[in-house]
C-alpha cells in the first residue's frame, strides 16, 4: 500500500499518466482510471515601447528613484548609468540589466521598476468607420474589437475589402479582411490579433 501512495504522489508531482489501483490492496478491486497530464499555460509578456513611462527606485537612495519615458529611440536616461535601451524588452529584463549596471556604484542594490504608464500600445484606424483616429490601447486587440473602438462603419463603407498594413523592420506585411464572412464564422483566421503600430484600413 506504501508503494502504491509513492507512486500515486510522484504521478501528481511531476504529472505522469498512471493507472490509480485501488489502495485496497487488491488490483480487482476497484476502478482503474488515469491522471491527466498537467497542462501549463505561458503568460504572455508586456514588451517596453517609446513613450511608455517607468517608475524605478533604488532602496534607500532617492537620488536614483525616478520615472522615466522610453524615448522614440527606445531608450530612457538614468542616472549614474546613462541610456538604456528598452524597446522591445520586458519590464523583468530590464530590471535585470539596471542592477548589473548599478552594482559597480551599489553593492548589493535592491531595485524595483514598474511600468507606470502604457503609451505605445498604438494602432491607426483609417477610412470609412465612424470615428478614424489614432488609438491608444491598454490592451491587446483583434481587428473586429479595433472596429468597434472606432465606432463600425459608415453606410459606404466596402466591409470585405478591408486590409491590415503592417510594418516590421524594412517590409510591409498586407493581410486581408472580409467581415461578412468572419461574423458568419467563416474565415475567423483573418482577425487576427493587432501588434503595435498597425493600420486598420477601410476603403
Known amino acids: 500500500m506504501i508503494r502504491q501512495v509513492t507512486a500515486l504522489m510522484i504521478a501528481c508531482l511531476f ?30 509578456v508586456y ?38 535601451y528598452a524597446a522591445g524588452k520586458s519590464a523583468a529584463q ?11 556604484y ?17 494602432i491607426y484606424v483609417i477610412g470609412k468607420v465612424n470615428a478614424p483616429g489614432r488609438y491608444v490601447m491598454n490592451t491587446n486587440v483583434d481587428v473586429l474589437q479595433a472596429l468597434a473602438t472606432a465606432g463600425g462603419f459608415n453606410i459606404y463603407a466596402k466591409k470585405n475589402k478591408i486590409k491590415i498594413l503592417r510594418k516590421e ?20 483566421e483573418e482577425n487576427i490579433r493587432l501588434k503595435r503600430g498597425d493600420v486598420l484600413v477601410v476603403p
Open 169 to 188: 523592420k524594412d517590409a510591409t506585411t498586407i493581410f486581408p479582411f472580409e467581415y461578412d464572412r468572419i461574423v458568419e464564422g467563416s474565415r475567423l
Open 15 to 44: 504529472g505522469v499518466s498512471f493507472p490509480v489501483l485501488s489502495l485496497a490492496g487488491s488490483p480487482d478491486v476497484g476502478a482503474v482510471g488515469e491522471i491527466p497530464l498537467l497542462l501549463v499555460t505561458e503568460k504572455e
Open 47 to 84: 514588451l517596453i515601447g517609446p513613450g511608455d513611462v517607468l517608475n524605478i527606485s533604488v532602496w534607500k537612495d532617492e537620488a536614483l528613484t525616478c520615472s522615466c519615458v522610453v524615448r522614440p529611440d527606445g531608450a530612457f536616461s538614468f542616472p549614474l548609468i546613462g541610456d538604456i
Open 94 to 104: 530590464i530590471k535585470v540589466e539596471l542592477e548589473k549596471k548599478l552594482d559597480w
Open 106 to 122: 551599489v553593492p548589493d542594490v535592491i531595485l524595483s521598476l514598474e511600468v507606470k504608464e502604457i503609451n505605445s500600445m498604438i
